[in-house]
């Protein structure tokens, strides 16, 4: 697949605020910094579709971009920023339960983590949740290119270990540096959404 038209729609907070069409969606997630905004705009080939934050913790919002006329990403805020207050961490969860909680036309959540680091306690916290509530998953492990070829094996069992991961489902390693990962994950994507959106 190739992503031809990128276009941002809305940001929402309370669910009357999303788009009120049933165009499927894939969602973006990941603790803050982890690299998702870049790699959207990375995905669409927009260098600034998503703004790429200079204050980690800042969007508290669910982001729709309307993607090739046919299918929305949905790029939800991102959680684990030492300098957020409770309050807003409340928040935080409030946002993505009342857009987990309602969402027949999600059709799969990619999780993003860091590939240097063991993912963090918020990061299982994030993956039980879609188990939870149901929804298909890929994980992606960003910023590879900070890790050697011969620290990938590792990278992928521990992320494997700590999330708890069935055989089944993939770890893309995504590198918006050194475009390592794109095409997997547009497949992934693709594959998900299973030609309906072509
Ligand atoms: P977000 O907060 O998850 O949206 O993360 P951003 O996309 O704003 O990225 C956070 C920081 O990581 C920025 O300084 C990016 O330049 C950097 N970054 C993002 N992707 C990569 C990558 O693939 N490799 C490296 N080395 N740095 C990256």
Not at 137 to 158: G, V
Request: overall charge positive; aromatic content about 10%.
């Amino acid at each position: 697949m190739e992503i031809k038209q990128s276009e941002f729609v809305t940001s929402a907070v309370s669910l009357n605020q999303y788009p009120i069409d049933s165009m499927l969606e894939i969602a973006f997630v990941g603790r803050s910094n982890v690299g998702k905004s870049s790699l959207i705009n990375n995905l669409t080939n927009r260098r600034k579709l998503v703004k790429v934050s200079g204050t980690p913790g800042k969007t508290r919002l669910v982001n729709f971009f309307i993607i090739n006329n046919s299918f929305y990403f949905v790029d939800l805020p991102g959680y684990g920023y030492a300098k957020v207050s409770k309050v807003e961490q409340a928040t935080w969860g409030k946002t993505i339960e009342t857009y987990l909680l309602n969402r027949p036309q999600l059709k799969k959540i990619m999780l993003l983590v860091d590939s240097r680091h063991k993912p963090t306690e918020d990061d299982i916290i994030m993956y039980n949740w879609i188990k939870h509530y149901g929804y298909e998953s890929t994980i992606i492990a960003t910023k590879c290119d900070k890790i050697k070829k011969s620290e990938m094996a590792k990278s992928i069992k521990t992320i494997r270990e700590t999330l708890g991961m069935s055989a089944e489902e993939k770890i893309i390693f995504y590198s918006t540096l050194k475009k390592i990962g794109k095409e997997q994950v547009l497949d992934d994507i693709e594959l998900s959404l299973n030609g309906e959106m072509l």
